[in-house]
Nanobody, 124 residues
């Protein structure tokens, strides 16, 4: 069974930065793409970004492009989300997820395993 544990969330002011981490269990981490999603109260879970199994390619939602960066360290079974220039509308619970395959996907049903989420709150 794969377990994903996010960390790094918190309260930050507008324009600030946070770095989220996601640690994965299991020996096949490097075979799969990883994604980040977020969900604000009253909203559906939305795609933030994803990274291929190798880390060579990434994809981002338009709302975060140029501000957020995803990276991974396969030796540490970890994926990261660097968030800069944060805005109040970025406030949400952020989830990491392991894809069903090796390439980036932007639909939640393309992901097989999910973390418990970490809260990010951006104050205005």
């Amino acid at each position: 069974q794969v377990q994903l544990v996010e960390s790094g969330g918190g309260l930050v002011q507008t324009g600030g930065s946070l770095r989220l981490s996601c640690a994965a269990s299991g020996r096949t981490f490097s075979n799969y793409a990883m994604g980040w999603f977020r969900q604000a109260p009253g909203n559906e879970r939305e795609f933030v970004g994803a990274i291929t199994f190798s880390g060579r390619s990434t994809s981002y939602a338009n709302s975060v492009k140029g501000r957020f960066t995803i990276s991974r360290d396969n030796a540490k079974n970890s994926v990261y989300l660097q968030m800069n220039s944060l805005k109040p509308e970025d406030t949400a619970v952020y989830y990491c997820a392991r894809s069903k395959g090796a390439l980036v996907r932007d639909r939640a049903d393309e992901y097989a395993y999910w973390g418990q989420g970490t809260q990010v709150t951006v104050s205005s």
